[in-house]
C-alpha cells in the first residue's frame, strides 16, 4: 500500500493524523460500487492498497514517531487484519482473545501507540449471520472490530447487501460523503478486504445521534431492510451497514449533483436541463440528460412532462437507447410519450429495448395491448419472439 507522506512543517494537523492513501480508498470514497465490482477494484488495485481501505483512527497515528510513520502504518495494516483473522477459527474463545491482546498489545507497543506497562483488552461481543463482533480497548478508547465469517460468500446475489466486499466499501463511502455533525451511522475507521476485518468505533450509547440526520437518499444509500436498520440502532445511530441498497446516484457524480438540486427544488432539474441542450458539444451533456431522465419520479407531473418533451427531442441514438431500457425511472403515465416517439425513429436496437420493456409499459400485457400491435406492425421475427414471452 502506498502512502504519501511529506516534511512535518509542510503539513496540517489533520493531514499528519490522517496521511493520504492511493487506490482503492480513492475509488471507494468517491463512488458506490455494487459487491463483485468491489471484487474486481480489489484485485486491481491489490499490490497497492492489498485490500486495505480507510484511514487508521488519528489518536493512533498521532502517538506513532513521525518518521516512521510510513513503515509502521504499513505493519499495523498488516498484522492487525492477520491476528483479528485467526478469532474467525475460534469465535467466543477467551483463550483465542487473551493471545490476541497480546499480540495486539506487542505490535501497538512496538508503535509506540501503547506504553510500557499498558495494554489492549478484545472481547467477543456478539454474533450475527454474516460476522462476529469483538470490543477493542486501548487505554480510555473503545472499538467494534467486526470479522466477517467469509471474506467472499458463495452466493453473492443472495448476500448482496451484506458481507465483507459490501458493507466495508459502502461504509467508507458514507464516511466520506456525510457531513460529520449529521452523521446518523457509525463512526468507520478502516477495514481489510484481503483478511474479513473492519473496524469502527464502540457505540456504547454516550455518542449521541444529531438532531437533524443527513437524508442518506442524497448521496444515493437507501434502507432497504429498514427493520434491520432500526434493530441494530443505538441512541439513534445506526451501528451495523448491512441492508441498505446502492442506488443509482451514488454511482454517478453528475446524478447525485442533479438529485440534490431537485430535493431542494423540483423545479430546478428543468432549468439545467433548459441550459444542457444548448452544450451539444460539452462532454458533461450526455451524463446530465441521462442524470435528468433518472430523476423524474421525483419531479412534479408537469414539470416531469416539460423535462421529457425537452429530453426527446435532444436524444440521439445512445440516448434514445438508454431512454427504451430504462423506462422505469419514467412516472408510469409518461412511458407512452417515450414509446410513441422512439418507435417513429424505425431503430431495430430501440424498438427491441422496448419490446424487452413491455412489462413497464404495460402490466397487463394481452394481445390487443396498443404496444404489441404497433411492435407487431414491424414485422420483425426478433421481436416478435420476445413478444411472445410476455403472452
Not at 498521532?62 to 513503515?71: N, V
Amino acid at each position: 500500500m502506498e502512502i504519501k507522506n511529506s516534511s512535518y512543517q509542510s503539513q496540517s494537523y489533520a493531514q499528519i493524523c490522517k496521511p493520504s492513501f492511493k487506490g482503492l480508498t480513492s475509488k471507494l470514497s468517491k463512488t458506490a460500487y455494487e459487491k463483485n465490482d468491489v471484487i474486481k477494484l480489489y484485485e486491481q488495485y491489490k499490490e497497492k492498497s492489498h485490500g486495505k481501505i480507510g484511514r487508521l483512527p488519528a489518536q493512533w497515528i498521532y502517538c506513532i514517531p513521525f518518521h516512521k510513520r510510513p513503515e509502521i502504518i504499513k505493519k499495523i495494516f498488516k498484522d492487525f487484519g492477520v491476528i483479528f483473522s485467526d478469532l474467525r477459527k475460534n469465535t467466543n474463545s477467551k483463550t483465542a482473545q487473551i493471545i490476541a491482546g497480546k499480540k495486539i498489545t506487542e505490535l501497538f507497543q512496538k508503535a509506540k501507540i501503547l506504553k510500557r506497562g499498558q495494554s489492549s483488552n478484545i472481547k467477543y461481543i456478539d454474533s450475527g449471520k454474516y460476522g462476529d463482533i469483538y470490543k477493542l480497548s486501548l487505554k480510555n478508547e473503545h472499538y467494534a472490530v467486526k470479522v466477517f465469517h467469509n471474506i467472499i460468500e458463495e452466493d453473492n446475489i443472495l448476500n448482496e447487501l451484506h458481507g465483507n466486499f459490501f458493507e466495508q466499501p459502502v461504509a467508507q463511502f458514507i464516511k466520506s460523503k456525510i457531513p460529520k455533525r449529521k452523521n446518523n451511522w457509525f463512526k468507520f475507521y478502516f477495514g481489510d478486504l484481503e483478511n474479513g476485518i473492519m473496524v469502527s468505533q464502540f457505540e456504547q450509547g454516550d455518542n449521541k445521534s444529531p438532531q437533524k440526520p443527513f437524508n442518506i437518499a442524497k448521496i444515493g444509500i437507501y434502507p432497504n431492510i429498514l427493520e434491520h436498520c432500526i434493530n441494530n440502532t443505538i441512541n439513534g445511530r445506526v451501528i451495523d451497514i448491512g441492508g441498505v441498497e446502492i442506488l443509482e446516484q451514488a454511482k454517478n457524480k453528475t446524478l447525485r449533483f442533479i438529485y440534490k438540486k431537485a430535493i431542494k427544488d423540483p423545479y430546478a432539474p428543468q432549468q439545467i436541463l433548459e441550459e444542457t441542450v444548448k452544450w451539444k458539444n460539452s462532454p458533461i451533456y450526455k451524463n446530465r440528460l441521462e442524470s435528468i431522465y433518472c430523476i423524474l419520479q421525483i419531479l412534479p407531473e408537469k414539470n416531469a412532462k416539460k423535462c421529457l418533451d425537452l429530453l426527446l427531442p435532444a436524444s440521439d441514438k445512445e440516448l434514445s437507447l438508454y431512454m427504451a431500457t430504462n423506462m422505469h425511472f419514467v412516472p408510469l403515465n409518461l412511458r407512452k410519450n417515450i414509446f410513441q416517439y422512439l418507435y417513429q425513429k424505425n431503430d431495430l436496437d430501440i424498438d427491441r429495448a422496448m419490446a424487452e420493456n413491455l412489462d413497464l409499459l404495460d402490466s397487463s400485457i394481452s394481445e390487443d395491448s396498443h404496444y404489441i400491435k404497433e411492435l407487431k406492425k414491424l414485422n420483425c421475427k426478433e421481436i416478435d419472439e420476445i413478444i411472445q414471452k410476455f403472452l
